[in-house]
Every structure is written in structure tokens, then in C-alpha cells.
């Protein structure tokens, strides 16, 4: 009788206050965070900054007179796709000529075939990124809820609308 209660002082004991500890944390950092901001058309507004973010639910509020859509993207700051200008090569089969003149001072043509190869110049180009969450509509000086979203952006969260409004989006930090 006497070991058992040894055998639980000494190691159970000590093994639920842990237990007790590690699950106190974890729902300690699981913890929902709000963010309120106001958004302008046109100009992307940076909400997260870096990864490891749940976005759960965002609340639009318009202030603009027309229904205006949103979207939101996986960056911090830009909605756009930036590719530089590079050079590109191209090859093809071709016949080439080799015209030299003999000892004799004939003129001797030979046709060979050959592979030409040709470098192409490619110019800068912007693109529109792929949205993370949306297009949604927002109602002339209405509101709207959109619930589970449920996305996780790895470099921020930011917002472009066609609108005015304000947006306020519920967020987890996620550990990392």
C-alpha cells in the first residue's frame, strides 16, 4: 500500500500537474484577436504583417454609395506580381552556306546544316496576384459578415476594394 502511494506522490502526482499546465497554456495562446481599420478604393491596405495568422471572420462596414467588391491577398502591401525583364533563347535547325576559295581560286560552296541559336529579349510585366479570399460584394452603405474564412496567409493580409468602408477581421495567432 505504502509503494503505491509512493508510486503517485512521486511520479503520477507531479505527471497531472503538468498535464494541467501544458493544456492551460495551449488554450491561453489560442486566444481570438480583433482588428478594426478603415479601407479606401482603390489603395491596398496592409492588415497582417508576416505569417502565422488564422483569419476567421471579417466584418465589412461600406461607406460607399455603390456596391463595391473586395479582395484579400497574401501579401504585405502589394496586390500585384512583379516579373523583371529578362533575356530568353530561342533555337532552330537551319542550312548555312561556307563559300572560301581554293588554292586553284575557285570559289567552293559548301551547305552544312546547323542549329542557330537567337537571343530574345522578354520586357517587365505586372500582374494581378492570385486573391487569397474573395471577391465579396459589399452593399451600398451595408454591412456584411463573412464567417470561416479560415485562411492562413504566409506573408500578410492585405485588403483592396473598389470601395470605402471599414473592415474589422477576426484572427488567431497561430504559435509557432
Known sequence: MKTIKNLFTKFIKPLLALSV???GLNTASAQDSILSATYTAGTPTNLLSGGKYLVKDILFISSSNATTSVKFYDSAGSTNIVRAAYTNFTSYATNYNVVWTNSSGIL????QTGVY???VPVSASTN??????GPFLITALGTRTISDVNVIPVNGFTLMSA???IVEIVYEKLSP
Do not use: C, K
Not at 494581378?128 to 479570399?133: C, D, S, Y
Open 117 to 119: 541559336r537567337q537571343s
Open 108 to 111: 567552293v560552296t559548301n551547305t
Open 128 to 133: 494581378e496576384a492570385p486573391a487569397l479570399a
Open 163 to 165: 470601395g470605402a468602408g
Open 21 to 23: 499546465a501544458i493544456f
